[in-house]
């Protein structure tokens, strides 16, 4: 059986987009972002089994539905493109038959698209394009090709140099708008990640702005306050007010040590610094429990002289220490407080020896539960007990916020550490807080 070679070449001068826009229905429109899309699974399957059907079907319109020569190279074709995006060259290949023999348009044009979008070679692409337009242009058989029609051969000729030239230029676009989004893509996370360099900037000129109003408003009043009481030191003649004038004097240079360290904190750039100034120790508790003028019983198995604790760790059981006595001096004025400071494992060895005494079920459950608390920390253990207020003190009225036992909290969070505080059966209150021996973290905490 022989066909003609020129019907069905020019009679769909117009169909080299067609095969084109069934492979780039898998890239989604930016008109269609805010409608419904299908899932990505059948997205990938239709991407992949459309153009086959629109092959096959192709074959079947031009051979018709008797098994042939024309009909057998058409329909391999047809199947060879459910491979093509993993041998996109081989593919396209075993397409040229198809429209050299079988006068099929689809299969070869989307092997040679598939080419351009995964290959974008130019040897490669212009080999391609010469091999489809060869087998394009050259009938089959080869004899029945007349050299004197050179107006047929010139139209047939134009329509093979269109049918693959289009593929390509259709599958080198499609490659290029994906690369477009995808710098697009890196260039909103590079301004997403300006955007936060320039946020952490202005936080560091703000918090440089606050330490210099801070260091200014509350660095002048304290040294107010320091100056009036070395005047009353000097002055005074009654010892107990020298004494108090020395203490109020000692206290505001203590205040502003900190406040200077404070406000170096505030002027760092970063969170990760050396310390300004030399930080409070568990040593430096019996020295901040005689100036907080409040009824202190200070008990320790000497773990403020013991070293081998973290750094952090003393930093914030002292802090503990300083805003406990501070909510006594502000919630319970004239209270009796009770500071300990010891060892878990000290702690855990009190409490069973609290517990012998006790029947012998209950002696093993509180053993066992001090035990597993203590086996949880291993470290540093801070309590802070106080009685009921006196009912004949005077409240001193000094402000407060709310947020110190939180922050306590934090702190110890912060550190592995675990932070109790609430009222006592008593009538009083307890903070207690477990530390252990490694924190997590060793920082500023």
Request: charged share 20%; with cysteine.
């Amino acid at each position: 059986m022989t066909v003609s070679p020129l019907p069905p070449r020019s009679s769909s001068p117009g169909t080299p987009g067609a095969p084109a826009s069934s492979p780039s229905a898998s890239s989604p429109s930016p008109l269609s972002a805010g409608r419904w899309r299908p899932p990505r699974r059948v997205m990938r399957w239709g991407s992949l089994i459309v153009p086959v059907l629109l092959a096959v079907a192709d074959a079947l319109l031009v051979n018709g539905v008797t098994f042939g020569l024309e009909l057998n190279v058409s329909l391999a074709a047809a199947a060879a493109l459910l491979v093509r995006r993993r041998l996109p060259a081989l593919v396209f290949l075993i397409t040229l038959p198809g429209i050299l023999i079988g006068y099929v348009w689809f299969a070869p044009m989307i092997a040679l698209y598939t080419v351009a979008l995964l290959r974008p070679n130019r040897r490669l692409l212009g080999i391609s394009a010469l091999l489809l337009a060869a087998a394009h242009f050259i009938p089959w058989p080869v004899s029945d090709f007349e050299p004197t029609a050179y107006r047929e051969n010139t139209l047939t000729l134009i329509d093979a140099c269109v049918t693959s030239v289009g593929p390509i230029a259709l599958g080198l676009l499609v490659r290029t708008r994906g690369e477009l989004a995808a710098r697009i893509k890196d260039l909103t996370r590079s301004r997403r990640h300006a955007d936060e360099l320039i946020a952490e900037q202005v936080l560091s000129t703000e918090r440089a702005r606050l330490a210099r109003e801070m260091h200014d408003v509350v660095a002048h009043q304290v040294s107010l306050i320091s100056l009036q009481a070395g005047a009353v030191q000097i002055s005074a003649e009654d010892a107990k007010a020298r004494e108090g004038a020395r203490t109020i004097r000692e206290l505001s240079v203590r205040t502003l040590d900190e406040l200077r360290h404070m406000v170096g904190i505030l002027r760092a750039a970063g969170g990760d610094h050396e310390e300004l100034t030399p930080q409070p120790r568990l040593a430096d508790l019996p020295r901040l429990i005689e100036l907080s003028a409040l009824n202190v019983s200070f008990e320790t198995d000497d773990a403020t002289r013991r070293p081998g604790h973290p750094e952090a760790v003393e930093r914030a059981a002292f802090r503990i220490v300083q805003e406990a006595l501070t909510n006594v001096r502000k919630h319970a004025p004239g209270a009796r407080v009770t500071v300990r400071v010891n060892d878990a494992e000290a702690a855990d060895g009190a409490a069973r020896t609290a517990a012998k005494g006790a029947a012998p079920s209950a002696a093993e459950g509180a053993a066992q539960g001090a035990a597993e608390k203590a086996e949880e920390t291993r470290g540093l253990r801070v309590e802070v007990r106080n009685g009921p207020p006196d009912a004949s003190a005077v409240a001193p009225g000094l402000p407060g916020g709310g947020h110190g036992l939180v922050g306590l909290r934090e702190r110890a969070q912060l550190l592995g550490g675990t932070l109790e505080a609430g009222p006592t059966e008593e009538g009083g209150f307890v903070v207690r807080a477990d530390f252990p021996k490694t924190p997590r973290v060793t920082g500023t905490a």
